[in-house]
Nanobody, 118 residues
């Protein structure tokens, strides 16, 4: 089991920055993949940024160069630094953890709202 708690969302103007945090209930060394997804109203949930293997990362084209995913292994936290925010970045941002064992198990946080005003 992995519990994930996101924080750091809020209201920001276009061009502003926010830093999201995701706290995991266990060592992220034991988690195979962690990342951030988002869901805007009326749209499907989509990948934003994720660690896919070790320190390898993957970003959505729409956020490349603006968002950075990072982690603090000692604190069991993953972060998403979001710069140059645009109104189209408005969404609920979710943290996801994937654990490989007998099968593949995905865990999600409850999300944090990010609203970018124009």
């Amino acid at each position: 089991q992995v519990q994930l708690v996101e924080s750091g969302g809020g209201l920001v103007q276009t061009g502003g920055s926010l830093r999201l945090s995701c706290a995991a209930s266990r060592s992220i060394f034991s988690i195979n993949a962690m990342g951030w997804y988002r869901q805007a109203p009326g749209k499907q949930r989509e990948l934003v940024a994720t660690f896919i293997s070790g320190d390898r990362t993957n970003y959505a084209d729409s956020v490349k160069g603006r968002f950075t995913i990072s982690r603090d292994n000692a604190k069991n936290q993953v972060y998403l630094q979001m710069n140059s925010l645009k109104p189209e970045d408005t969404a609920v941002y979710y943290c996801k953890a994937t654990v490989l064992g007998v099968g593949v198990r995905d865990y999600w946080g409850r999300g944090t709202q990010v609203t970018v005003s124009s």
